[in-house]
């Protein structure tokens, strides 16, 4: 057994990559944490509040926070960059998922769900 994080803000959501090798870790204090093979990559900011859920589709993270956002970051390595926010959810975004787009190999389908009662789709490309 090993602990990862070790830290005064609640942990509220957790994801682990589709090959493993990356776990992603967002806190009531809106930034997400990160490991590589179980080693601290770094911290992702950008959320105001909490980071209430985390998806990763390839080498983009989606992170959804009680700042009613969603996050669309490009991991290239170590490196998260903020390719953009989307905005659109009246209350904190609770849950996201994300599949590859069928009709176009380089973008992806998101959907989130927010305490607003909604459900929307977003289009995304990588």
């Known amino acids: 057994m090993q602990t990862l994080l070790d830290q005064e803000c609640a942990v509220t959501t957790l994801v682990v990559s589709k090959s493993g090798s990356i776990v992603y870790c967002g806190s009531s204090d809106g930034v997400v944490n990160f490991w590589e093979e179980l080693s601290h990559g770094g911290v992702i ?4 509040l909490a980071v209430l859920c985390v998806a ?3 080498n983009l993270v989606f992170s959804g926070s009680a700042d ?4 669309v970051w490009r991991r290239v390595g170590s490196i998260h960059t903020c390719l ?3 905005t659109g959810h009246v209350g904190p975004v609770k849950c996201v998922a994300v599949e590859k787009d069928v009709e176009s190999s380089d973008k992806w389908v998101v959907y989130s769900g927010s305490l607003d009662k909604s459900v929307k ?6």
């Not at 789709?121 to 990588?126: A, H, I, Q, T």
């Open 68 to 71: 009613k956002t969603i996050c």
């Open 45 to 48: 900011k950008g959320h105001k």
């Open 84 to 86: 953009s926010v989307l």
């Open 56 to 58: 990763v589709g390839g």
């Open 121 to 126: 789709v977003w289009r995304v490309s990588e």
